[in-house]
């Protein structure tokens, strides 16, 4: 196995400039004079400084994170709505096949029927399907009874009138008779 090497950690220089292990710090180009006498009150404006940026940064992040997680949660309300309208459309559209195969059903149930009623001919004018020439048949044997029926009833009441006047004519000639000259 090869051998992992450590790396070597190097301390931060103090304020006071020297550094914990005496290792003497490297000049940093940007603050040529950092180990100067003033270079202390000068390295902590720059540590408040970078804080302060920090800071800054972490609170825009912060506030990156919150309009993220706002517009995150705008958009799964908006996906929840969207997931019930689009619920809502399957049950209208099953409900809609359902309708439109029972529909489609019934119309071939409908295009059979005329196709029969087309192959079928038509019975003649003189000619009624069963049932309808048997209740003719009755009609017309109660029309003819019924006919009868008043025939002799008309001549039942002739008779009577003819009786009547008869009737009439012998009591009259009886009141005659008995009024006398």
């Keep these: 196995m090869p051998e992992q090497s450590t790396p070597k950690v ?97 119309c071939r149930e409908l295009q059979a029927t005329l196709a029969q009623a087309k192959e079928t001919p038509p019975p003649a004018a003189g000619s009624a399907p069963p049932e309808q020439a048997a209740w003719e048949a009755r009609a017309a044997d109660r029309f003819e009874e019924d006919i009868a029926t008043y025939r002799r009833r008309i001549q039942a009441l002739l008779q009577e009138c003819e009786t009547l006047r008869q009737e009439q004519t012998r009591l009259t000639a009886r009141i005659a008779e008995l009024s006398g000259p």
């Design 10 to 106: 190097l301390s931060m220089p103090t304020l006071s400039g020297a550094s914990q292990d005496d290792t003497a710090p490297l000049p940093n180009p940007e603050t040529p004079n950092a180990t100067a006498p003033g270079a202390a009150p000068l390295a902590a404006l720059e540590i408040m400084q970078l804080k302060a940026q920090h800071a800054q940064e972490l609170t825009a992040l912060r506030e990156e994170r919150d309009r993220a997680l706002t517009e995150k949660a705008a958009l799964q309300k908006e996906c929840a709505g969207h997931l019930e309208q689009l619920a809502m459309e399957r049950r209208v559209s099953a409900e809609f096949s359902k309708r439109l195969s029972l529909s489609q059903k019934e």
